[in-house]
């Protein structure tokens, strides 16, 4: 019987290994391979053709006296700064407000998340649109008032700010969806001993809510600051490369698809996404550590 046990066991793990095999063949190929190759590249005038030759720490001498390099991760910065704490509060706001048993609220909590099901290159094409200072609905509306609305995309002073209103508006709908999992999931037994002990709404929020809900808004902090760490998609949608509005708006990851696939200065792109990765690894590695002194596993 023991023999038999082994035997069945033993296809049973072979048959788990077949199955996940793609997925860790996927990993390796194009996560682990493409790593270690990239930090190779970076070590070389690598381009598009020709042998690439090994220059040494050029790249990375080249890349910190960049100021280009240093006005894009100033950029990024900016969109974590105004785009994270804007789409946590919001979307926790929004999230209190749909946590309730109305006939029809799941219409809502439908609306609220097709920004999200929604193609990026619609959104980015129908916000361009939106912010055109000459035709634009959003300058027009403005006009009404006596408000003469900027040139949203072509004003260096503007254009990160235009970017940032998309970027929310498109994210707020996952943050939206995972902190009502976390509301949901909290016992109501909570709050029925905090009503029973005179607590109101804000006292309730503060003792009850926001404690439990700490390991959700952790973890959509951490997960939002490294994608807003890797924005490209609306900023090359929405605003032309050779348009003036690219220098105030223009993030780590654009200047890199710049430098490796506009100017084929493989090897420098390179280099600047092994340092983004550190960036992003630094930051992540500060988050787990302050975590300990706000976040409440109960």
Partial sequence: MKKYKTKRARKEALAAYAFILPFITGILIFNVYAFLKNIFISFTNKKSFG????????????????????????????????????IIILSLLIA????????????????????????????????????????????A?????????PAWLSDPNVSLIAVCIVLIWCSIG???????????????????????????????????TFPLLSPTTFMLIVTEIIGFFQVFDMIFLMIPPTSSGMAGAR??????????????????????????FLIILVITIIQMKLQKKWVYYG
Avoid: H
């Fill in 251 to 276: 993030s780590i990851v654009m200047l890199f698809y710049e430098e490796a696939f506009t100017k084929f200065n493989k090897g420098y792109g390179a280099a600047m996404a092994n340092i983004l």
């Fill in 96 to 139: 209190l407000a749909l946590n309730v048993k109305l006939k029809g609220i799941g219409i809502f909590r439908t609306l609220i998340y097709l920004p999200i099901i929604t193609l990026p290159t619609a959104v980015g094409m129908v916000w361009k649109w939106l912010f055109n200072n000459q035709f634009g609905l959003i300058n």
């Fill in 141 to 149: 509306v403005m006009g009404k008032f006596g408000i003469q609305g």
């Fill in 51 to 86: 042998a690439a030759k090994f220059i040494g720490m050029d790249n990375y001498v080249r890349l910190f006296g960049d100021e280009k390099f240093y006005q894009a991760l100033i950029n990024t910065l900016c969109y974590i700064v105004i785009c994270v704490p804007a």
């Fill in 174 to 208: 996952t943050a939206v969806i995972i902190f009502l999992a976390g509301l949901q999931g909290i016992e109501k037994t909570y709050y029925e001993a905090a009503e029973i002990d005179g607590a109101n709404s804000v006292q309730k929020f503060l003792s009850i």
